[in-house]
């Protein structure tokens, strides 16, 4: 027979789990889940909107599903940011005087009769 005292505890851990399984745990894990998209991102807003239309006893499930979610859509985006930004970061442009000062033979600034004289392009002042 299981003692008055051992009861009680079983009752307020389980008491605890319920709490933490429907309550906390869920929101918490999808403000997690909001920070693999970009603060400017609308799903981002979206992802936690949606989280409170969703009936409470089917949170759990639902936060679950949206991991998939969020791994292939908002972590993917991060990935690729991260990726193509380490190229990026290696180019940056410097000053063209400075560049045709330093390699005149190969950095070349056109005169203005020959800006003139080239046809406009998207670029061009």
């Known amino acids: 027979m299981v003692s008055r005292g051992r009861s009680e505890t079983c009752a307020v851990r389980a008491f605890l789990l319920v709490l933490l399984v429907f309550g906390v745990a869920p929101g918490v894990v999808v403000r997690l889940m909001s920070f693999a998209f970009h603060p400017d991102d609308p799903r981002r807003q979206e992802l936690r909107a949606e989280f409170y239309a969703v009936p409470r006893l089917r949170r759990p499930l639902w936060v679950a599903e949206q991991v998939e979610f969020v791994i292939f859509e908002g972590l993917r985006d991060r990935a690729m940011n991260v990726l193509t930004g380490r190229v990026t970061w290696r180019w940056h442009l410097r000053d063209g ?25 998207r670029w061009s002042s």
């Open 97 to 121: 005087v400075e560049s045709n000062r330093l390699y005149p033979d190969t950095f070349e600034i056109p005169s203005p009769e020959e800006r003139r004289a080239s046809p406009r392009g």
